[in-house]
């Protein structure tokens, strides 16, 4: 819950406070993740560090307000991809074969072969979603990456980095729900100010992509409720185990450039983005090699 990331995350700030050091690598995984969050959400609402903070505060802020507040957005979020998901991935300038309605999830996830395709786990063929999962023979695990989540839907088992979380779906959708649904077809003329430019995100997060990632896949699925309870689907799972996947040190490589690549995708503009190199026949760039000639000089 919320008020147990709270409490949890208030003691190890006391605990690195006394330590003299900012450094979690004393905590496990998981908990350091789970600190990540912490800090995410004190830095929204600061009044949860507060002496004042009592266990009711924290139940009725964070428990309620917060989560409230959570519950709603997602529930937006979800409504939103529901209609336009059928256009996205629908051929240009074709249609899906047999239809499916906008506003109905049954006829989707495995009872279309586009979108069981799409949530087909990597590591099973195309055929066996029409044979178990389809029947429920099979049931998909939260580790199992569906394939809209790999870049052209392709899958390299001997390097499953290749492509991840690079699928065009997950871009559309992000900019969808982040920098407004306006974007999503010129990213660099929103006609209404998006999630992003509201909060001030000028970077991508993990959360955000494990997010987006856990919108698309339900909004694939046939299932019509977004559940914690939905043992199907399992989106809670399917989260936590990206999410600590995209907080893992020993991944860091692959995750920075992982990050990197985002945020050329969706703030294009960000000063996150945009390298420190001027233009080659600016006044700057121009500064710049007069004063490394001199330098040459010296």
């Known amino acids: 819950s919320v008020t147990a990331l709270v409490e949890n995350g208030l003691v190890r700030e006391v605990e690195l406070a006394e330590g003299g050091e900012d450094d979690l690598t004393r905590y496990s995984a998981e908990e350091r993740r789970e600190h990540i969050i912490f800090r995410k959400l004190v830095a929204l609402v600061p009044e949860l560090t507060s002496a004042t903070a009592t266990g009711d505060y924290l139940d009725t802020v964070a428990s309620v307000s917060i989560q409230h507040g959570m519950d709603g957005a997602r529930a937006d979020d979800t409504k939103g991809l529901k209609e336009p998901m059928i256009d996205w991935i629908t051929p240009m300038g074709g249609q899906l074969n047999p239809a499916i ?3 109905k999830k049954a006829e989707r996830g495995f009872q279309h072969d586009v ?3 799409l949530l087909c786990p990597v590591e099973l063929q195309e055929f066996q979603v029409k044979v178990g999962l389809r029947i429920g023979e099979l049931t998909v695990a939260a580790d199992s990456w569906p394939r809209f989540m790999y870049r052209d839907n392709a899958y390299d088992p001997e390097n499953p980095w290749k ?3 690079r699928g065009k779906l997950l871009v559309t959708a992000f900019k969808h729900i982040f920098t407004s649904p306006t974007s999503v077809d010129d990213g660099s003329r929103a006609t209404r100010a998006g999630n992003a430019r509201i909060h001030g995100m000028t970077s991508v997060t ?3 992509i494990a997010y987006v990632a856990t919108q698309v896949r339900f909004a694939l699925s046939s ?16 989260y936590d185990v990206l ?4 907080t893992d040190e020993e991944d860091k490589e692959e995750i920075d450039a992982l990050f990197a690549w985002w945020n ?8 996150a983005v945009q ?15 007069a004063r490394a000639a001199r330098r040459a000089t010296q």
Not at 223 to 238: I, Q
Not at 243 to 246: F, V
Not at 264 to 271: A, D, E, G, K, T
């Open 101 to 103: 309605k906008r506003n």
């Open 115 to 117: 979108t069981g395709a």
């Open 163 to 165: 492509g991840l979380l």
């Open 206 to 208: 993990p959360g955000s």
């Open 223 to 238: 299932a019509e409720v977004f559940s914690r309870s939905d043992t199907a689907m399992n989106s809670a799972g399917f």
């Open 243 to 246: 999410l600590e996947l995209l």
């Open 264 to 271: 050329r995708q969706v703030f294009p503009n960000s000063s």
């Open 275 to 289: 390298a420190r190199v001027p233009t080659a026949t600016s006044a700057l760039a121009r500064i710049r090699a």
